[in-house]
Each structure stands twice: as structure tokens, then as C-alpha cells.
């Protein structure tokens, strides 16, 4: 096998100790965790000058998370941290919503306002009248459910308006549901020494599924760790609407039509059953309802999987070849699943996979993790009982919620609450760092005008979004991630978040959510200050696991910067998973479930399945011969995060305007040629982006980008940033979720195209 | 005579190098010390593609003078997200040129 080349660093540069002083400035190992950010929480050595202003930022090399790279985003920290957009200090709306006419006050100002309207909402409608929204990934979790649950006492904790949860938690609750814990694929992320860790296997294959990880970075997952498996001999598997950077080095790349992965899937699992392919041993011992499994995969034989998903018969039998003849072969999944309306059928039967060709658990396959939870340990600091919590919006509509198996409320029905004030008024919304109808809100204007229909709405973020000009009537202004002490915990290792700088009168969202909550529940906020709440809670962390006897604080985690739990493989045959510990899965059977006990008892169907799109050519011809094109949305771009970056000068050099990719025959029939703005409409809306020509894509699939609004162009109402002008959710349903209330179809629309006119977008003057 | 050796066959096409040298650079827009350029996506037989990424070093380009001195690497090097990228003399770099697809510079 290849090794990767290493290099040496400087070591009076680069050092162990987690600060240290180069000529005037402090130099801080740090974890770079949003915003504006990501999912991920990147090793970075923040610069400060005497004054504590971030000057340089730079990719730590000791940390063995990223040994050194830095994603264009992150260099452009201090650009977004002194931004002429940051806003410095609370502000009151002064005119009309949408004006942008502001009035600065003072926190304990801004906290009055938010305190005599919570209090006089909640006394007339009771706690579950408030809404608090959420954005992704971000160091804002815990942070919201403390705000939410605790200082308002509303069961109502959701994402900003993304409906169906459509983001991670259709797979979170189908691995919780099938496996009893979520799995994630094995890239020696677990240990310190990396590569090198002698219990570490390179896989043979990697399918890479409905995720380019290189840009997107999802979950807590580094992308370019497959990047380095390649390099050491992994084969990828691609499978992706579009022809991906990974795609073109793919051993095979299968051009999926978006919303059939289920049926993809199955169809692998068929071909690997009929050909004896899976591991008997595996599936004898630790698997649950493997005849009903083989009887749901006959019903996809390749020649039925290729009319399905378009990828030829031959293609998907050779990618179930090498994918069951490997070992150890992992999957790296993502968006793509959880945005097509079945996407908890389709995840179901990708996990499936994984289990009966024995890569759970296993070496370079793809590993159960129940270390790493810390902010779920922050979320029990606060113990509360909410009044109401049988209340939470999309309890009735869903078991698996009621049941607790989403954390989240559902945003198609908050969006029914606003409109229509059943099944009870919404009339407060609390939006932390979550840029709703510019960014995953579907059917982008409909939420904004439901969110009007809001009393009084507070909105916190970095700077004046258009969600915070459109609709906030206190705005607060959060610090960005080098003005914050923290703790990062997702899968491993566990990072010190260093405070190294402070801008004007921002504050961190543990701040405010103290401050809230020591005004609307003192008793369960008993701290002092933030320091206080901060060592209460590193004390408390429950679920940490070292070997190395030292005891868990936020000062040795500074000291190390990084944590390292405890990390077993095949945790099953250990009795490392269940409260009982016994050997085992975490679920009612002990098995993995390939008939799943949890989704039957919530009325769910308890086999991976596949339900065909609609609309789509096949189940709404009428509809597909007036949009004829299939729109998959969704894919993301090296400058930004989501609706983020687009206030940021380099970014926008970079990457001016909004894309949409569009095979170059696709684009003749419509009179369209590279570079022209092109309409793209079906019957709720329109979006209009720039033609990029895309001979990888099948003819009849367009490929748009979303998060767009123009930090350039006015605020004020009617232009609102143009936030609806080039918005591809105009276009999205908002309330058409999954069975279980849970996955929307993002990526399976469909439209028209047709040129835009002598359009010429006002000029980028940031 | 110090060069950038580039295994462009892993090149992601991130563009950290580009913008990494612009921060260390202050360069303004349009100028570049070193640019990326892409190859594809085009079919070139039956289900193989190419779509590929090698970045350029531009007239700009002082292989990062300044923080060589100082004892650091080139900042796109330092950055290469892909990891893809190694400076050095030309005549160690060439030594470890051990398979296909790589570019040797000497901006």
C-alpha cells in the first residue's frame, strides 16, 4: 500500500502548546467552528495583534484532525469577523418590518423587550406559542434547546424552516431506528495517530453517495480524508446526478436519476443476495429479518433498477460486485437521501448494505460512534421539564416524533400554525443563526409572509440578513467563533474552543442564552456568569470516556487542545452498546434491523422501500410535459456555507452569481449558451441563475444552486437583498414531507428553463 | 533553484492555493499568484472522464519568499486541502517524482 507523504513543520513556528507568543502577535491553536462556518470545527492558528484582533489565520499543523489545510472559507476569517456588514450592538426595529430603519440599544434593553413579550405571549397562549429556530451544524445546538426548552419552556426547537428535517435527521432516526446508534464511515478519525494507528484498515472501496464531501463537509465529516485513502489505495464508487471531482477518479460513476437511490440500492442488495456476495455470519448472528429483506430486493432486478435510475444494468451489478467483494468497503452518504421524499426508505436500504456485506464496526468500514456527544451532555446541564411537551408541533402527525426519535418540531407544521393559528397560534419566533426563506425554507416567500404573521420575532445572528431585515423586530448580535469560549464535540476528538478576540458589543449564543434564561427561569439558570455556567458544565460531561486517568476541565482541555476517547471496534460482540450490557445492537431485537421494530411500531413501513417521485416523468406525465426537466437543488460550492459568504468580497470573485448546471444539448433546444441568465420556473415559482454548461449531466436533469441572496444590492423592502430573485426554493414544496414527517424532496422537482431577457444584475459593490 | 512539485492527479480543485496566496499576497482581484485550471468534464471514451484540476503558478509567483525565510512553507503548499502540493531544490523534488501525473515548476 502507498503511504502519504509527510512533512516537516518548524517546530518554534508550529507548537505543541496551545499559545505562545511570535513577535507581536499570539499566536492560539484553535478550533474554527462558525460562524460563519461550517459543520466542521477545523484545527486553525488564530493570529491576534495587541488590540485582539484576528490578523491572520492559518491551518494548524499539529492538529491531527486537518494536519494544516484550511478550506478558502476559513481564510477568509478576518475578512468576515471586520466586515463593514457586522453589526455592533442590539438593535430595535424603528420603522416598518422590512424597512431596515434600526434603533441601537443596549443588551439589558434588548433583553426587556424579549422578556415582556415572551412573558405576555406565553401567559395568553401558554410556552408552546413560541418558536425557536435553528441553523445547521453549527456551535448554536445546545445553545437553542437551552433558549427554547428551558428559559421559554416551549417544546418548540426546529430548524429554520426546513421541512421534513430534510438535513442528517432522516438518517440520524433511521440508524437510531435500525441500528440503535449512528454510523459513520471509518477514516481512522477515531484515533490520534491517525493512518498510522496499527487497528486502522484502508478500505478497498469507498461509495461515495449523493454527497460531493469535498465541498460539503457534512456531519462532521472531512471530505479530504477520502482524498487521502485514495492516495493510499481506496477505489471509489460515485453516485451522483452530476459528474463530481470524485466522480471522474471513480472506478464507476452511476449517474443516478435524483430521488431513485432506494431503488439503486435495493437492486445492489438483490444482486449481492443472488450471488451469495454477503457475509452469512454477520447476517446469521446479528441481523433481523433478512428473508423479508431478500424478498424486498427481488422486486428489484437490474433490468426494473435501470428503467428506475437510468444507470445501466451492467453498472449497477459491477458496483454491487465490488462493493460486497471488498473488505473492508465503506459508504460516505449525505444530503441527497434525506431531500427526496422516501429518503428514510432509501437510507434504510443503504444501511442494509452495509450490514449484510459485514462492514459494521469494522476497520475501515463504517463505525458505530456513541463517544463524542458532548453537546447532548451540555443539552442534560439543563434539565428541565417542558409543561407542554406533548404539544410540540408534528407530535400527532408523527410517532417517530412523539416518541422522541427527532429532536425537532415540524416546520410544516409551524408554517400551517402561522398561517392558520391551528393547531394553536405561533405567535413568537426566536431565530438563531438560521437565514430561513433566503436559504432552506421551501417555498421561500410563504414562509416569509407566515413569518409575519408572527407578534414579535427576535432574530440573532451575525449580521442583518435578509430574514433579520424581513421580519426581526429586536435583532442580537452574535459573536463569531474566535470571540467565543467553547467545547466542540462531534464523533472525535473533542476541541477546545479558545476565546482570543472581542468585537464591539456582540455576544456569544451561550451569553444570551444564560441571559434569557436567568430572566424567563432562574431556577434552572443558577449561574453568575458565563465562567460559572462554563465549569459547571465541563464538570458534568457524562458521557466522556478517557484511558488516560486525567480528569475532564476546560483547562486541560485548552492545555491539549485535543481529546481523544476511547474507541472499540465490533462494539456488538462486546456488549459496548446496549444499557444492559449485553452483546448486541441497541434495539428491541439486539439486532441490526433489516425489519425494523421501531419504524413498524410507529406505523412506518419496516423494509427499505422506494416510492417513485413525484412529480417526476413517470408518475406525473401531465405535469412533466409542461416542466420537463427534472431540478435537483441542493449542491454546494467551495465559497460558501449554505446562505452564507455572500457579503464577502474574495468569495464573490470567485463565485459572482448563482449557477445552474445544464447539459449543453439541453441548453440548444432552449436557445441558452454558457453564461446567460436563464429562468427556471415550474407552478409555485421561479428562480433565475447563470447557465454553466454541464456535459456530465443526463439532458433532462438541471442542477440549481440555493442560498442566494445579494448582500450588495438594498435591504429595504421591495428589493430585501433580491432575496427572491435567484431564490431556487421559490420553487420547493414546504409542507410535502415523508411518512414520517420526516425528508423532503429538495432534489426532485421539476421545471421548465428559458433565457432571461437583457438582464444585468447591479453591480457586486461590496 | 527552489520549484513547486504538484500531484495533480489528486488535485481536488479546491482553490485553497489561490486564495491562500492572495491573503499572504494581498493581492487584489484579478491578480493571482498562482491559478488554477481545469480540465473537463469531458467524456474521452465510453464512461471515462476527464475532469481534472492543476493549479499554475503566475508571474506573480515568489514561491513565498518571505515565509521560506522565516522558516515556514509556501502558504499553498502549507494549505493544499488535497495535501498534493511539496517545495524544495528542484533537484530533490525531481528525486521523488515516482508516478504519473505530476508537475514540476519553477515559477
Redesign the interface.
Known sequence: MRKLPKRTYNDELYRDEWQWQEGDLTVTRNCQWSGPGCHEGCGVLHYTDKEGRVVRIEGDPKSPVYNGRLCMRCMAVPEAMYNKMRVTNPLKRAGERGENKWEEITWDEAYAIIEENAKRLSAAYGPKTIAVLQGTGRNTSWQAAAIANVAYQTPNLMFGFLAGDSCYVPRLVGMSSVAGDASIMDCAQMFEDRYDNPRYVVPEICIVWGNNPIISNGDGFMGHWIVDLMRMGTELIVIDPRLTWMAGMAKHWLRVRPGTDGALALAMIDVIIKEDLYDHEFVDCWCYGFDQLKERAAEFPLDVAEHITTIPADLIQAAARDYAKAKPAAVQWGLALDQQKHGLGANHAIQALWAITGNVDVPGGNILVTSGYIQADVRTTFQWDVPEAYARLGNAESKLRAQGMDNSAATEILIKALETGEPYPVKMIHCTSSNTFANMGAEAERVYKAMLNAEFIVVSDLYLTPTAVGTADVFLPVAMSAERKGVRGWWAPIRAINKVSDYANTKSDEEIALDIGRRMNPEAFPWKTLEEMWDDIMNNLQSANFDDGEPFSYDNLQKRTYRYEVFEYKKYEKGLLRADGLPGFNTPTGRLELWCTTLNSCDLEPLPYFEEPSPSPFSTPDYASEYPLILTTGHRSWEFFHSEHRNLRSMREFHPWPLVDIHPDTAVKYGIKEGDWVLIENHRGSAKEICRLNPSMDPGVVSAEHGWWFPEREAALPELYGVFESNINMLTPSTDVGPSGLAAPYSTQMCRISKVEGYVPPEISL | MNGLLIDYE?C?????C???C??EHGFG??QWGIELKQL????ISS?K?????VPVPTELCDLCADRVA????P?C???????VM?FGPVEDLVK?MDKEKMVLFVP
Open positions: 489528486f481536488t480543485g479546491c482553490h485553497s489561490e486564495m491562500a492572495k491573503v482581484e484579478g473537463g468534464p469531458r467524456e464512461r472522464w476527464e475532469y481534472k484540476f522565516e522558516g515556514r512553507w502558504t503548499v502549507h494549505h493544499c486541502q488535497a495535501q511539496e521523488t
